[in-house]
């Protein structure tokens, strides 16, 4: 089993920047691909962006790509979500998971575990 923590949400004004951390504990880190979700009010989860077990190949959605940056220290059992020019559709629920996947999925089904997550507001 793997136990995901998120942190470093918050409120930010629109252009601003957050950086999320998701911290993993139980079986080996490198072993899990782990990419993020995030759910807005009255809508579906959604895929972020995510990286590879080994770090070399990163996926964003097209929402994202360009402003949102994926990384990992498989070190520290952490992955991080950067995310800079923020815009109010940004505000979500953000979600990090776990999936034995070699490739970032966006399908959720391919994802075993999931953090509680850690809410995301981006004010106008």
């Known amino acids: 089993q793997v136990q995901l923590v998120e942190s470093g949400g918050g409120l930010v004004q629109a252009g601003g920047s957050l950086r999320l951390s998701c911290a993993a504990s139980?079986?080996?880190?490198?072993?899990?691909?782990i990419c993020w979700f995030r759910q807005a009010p009255g809508k579906e989860r959604e895929f972020v962006g995510g990286?590879?077990?080994?770090?070399?190949?990163?996926r964003y959605a097209d929402s994202v790509n360009g402003r949102f940056t994926v990384s990992r220290d498989n070190a520290k059992n952490t992955e991080y979500l950067q995310m800079n020019s923020l815009k109010p559709e940004d505000t979500a629920v953000y979600y990090c998971?776990?999936?034995?996947?070699?490739?970032?999925?966006?399908?959720?089904?391919?994802?075993?575990?999931w953090g509680q997550g850690t809410q995301v507001t981006v004010s106008s």
């Open positions: 139980g079986r080996t880190f490198s072993s899990y691909t």
């Open positions: 990286i590879s077990r080994s770090g070399g190949r990163t």
């Open positions: 998971a776990a999936s034995t996947t070699y490739f970032p999925s966006v399908r959720r089904v391919d994802y075993d575990y």
